[in-house]
């Protein structure tokens, strides 16, 4: 298999597991259950669930750039 697409096989299982942890089946790791008395509900000001999204947003947006820079690149081209 080639570099490129051995590349592209990995950025591409990545991102499927960014999509399910994100805004999927992820939520509920971090869903705080009803029956905790003292449920953890936010962070640093913010609600557990919008940090947790929005980190693995960075994660698929790394994953894109990186696609963009290393296996979207038209080899063939002088510029």
Do not use: F, H, K
């Not at 490129?4 to 950025?11: E, Q």
């Not at 399910?20 to 962070?43: I, K, Q, S, T």
């Not at 963009?68 to 510029?79: A, F, I, L, P, Q």
Request: charged share 15%; net charge negative; aromatic share 6%.
């Amino acid at each position: 298999m080639r570099p490129m697409a051995r590349r592209g096989c990995i950025l591409a299982i990545a991102m499927l597991v960014a999509i399910a942890m994100g805004p999927g089946v992820g939520l509920y790791l971090v869903n705080p259950d009803l029956d905790d008395p003292e449920p953890r509900v936010a962070a640093l000001g913010t609600p557990v669930l919008i940090l947790w999204a929005l980190g693995w947003l960075a994660v698929q947006l790394t994953i894109v750039v990186i696609a963009y820079r290393t296996v979207w690149t038209d080899e063939e081209s002088d510029g």
